[in-house]
T-cell receptor
């Protein structure tokens, strides 16, 4: 059974700092990996989707990498801002769309 | 703005009562999903539908039922609520069930069963 782990559970950084969020998964036979952002009391917003054949995806200040062989993905946030404060979740898809396993998330706080 | 609408936003329900959480999307997505989010457990799939007229069981389907009469609507019903069903429920959709597409989420429905 696929297990997805995100460490740390919570992270606090000063504004302007570059940071890396980690996601690890136990079964490397994945179809793709998706990073989401969740604001308090809100739904999930998709940030980046990396297919299994890709090594990274970029959107603005965000860069996500994928290393299937080691079962790891990282989300890099450049020049963090207080507006980046949220919980970031990764989700790994094994096959069809319903076979999606979520991590428990990393709660990020960017201090002004 | 195109997206997913969930209702109600929040509800307190007595144990043993029935409840239907509504989900409507206007993106003409074929696939829809219901998840529950619990602290420490992350998001878990309850039921899914690959296309109108079909449904399937997810990881935690017991105590829940769904229907998919048309493309846009995917209601989740609790026939006889129990306190362990206290959770935040999210409806999501994707263009198809292949897994290649981004998953879009609704804002969630917070349910408390007393």
């Amino acid at each position: 059974k696929q297990e997805v782990t995100q460490i740390p559970a919570a992270l606090s950084v000063p504004e302007g700092e570059n940071l890396v969020l980690n996601c690890s998964f136990t079964d490397s036979a994945i179809y793709n990996l998706q990073w989401f952002r969740q604001d308090p009391g809100k739904g999930l917003t998709s940030l980046l989707l990396i297919q299994s054949s890709q090594r990274e995806q970029t959107s603005g200040r965000l860069n996500a990498s994928l290393d299937k062989s080691s079962g790891r993905s990282t989300l890099y946030i450049a020049a963090s801002q207080p507006g980046d404060s949220a919980t970031y979740l990764c989700a790994v898809r094994r096959g069809s769309a319903r076979q999606l396993t979520f991590g428990s998330g990393t709660q990020l706080t960017v201090l002004p | 703005t195109a997206g997913i609408t969930q209702a109600p936003t929040s509800q307190i329900l007595a144990a043993g009562r029935s409840m239907t959480l509504r989900c409507t999307q206007d993106m003409r997505h074929n696939a829809m999903y219901w998840y529950r989010q619990d602290l420490g457990l992350g998001l878990r799939l309850i039921h899914y539908s690959n296309t109108a007229g079909t449904t399937g069981k997810g990881e935690v389907p017991d105590g829940y039922s769904v229907s998919r009469a048309n493309t846009d609507d995917f209601p989740l019903t609790l026939a006889s609520a129990v306190p362990s069903q206290t959770s935040v429920y999210f409806c999501a959709s994707s263009r198809d069930s292949s897994g290649a597409n981004v998953l879009t989420f609704g804002a969630g429905s917070r349910l408390t069963v007393l």
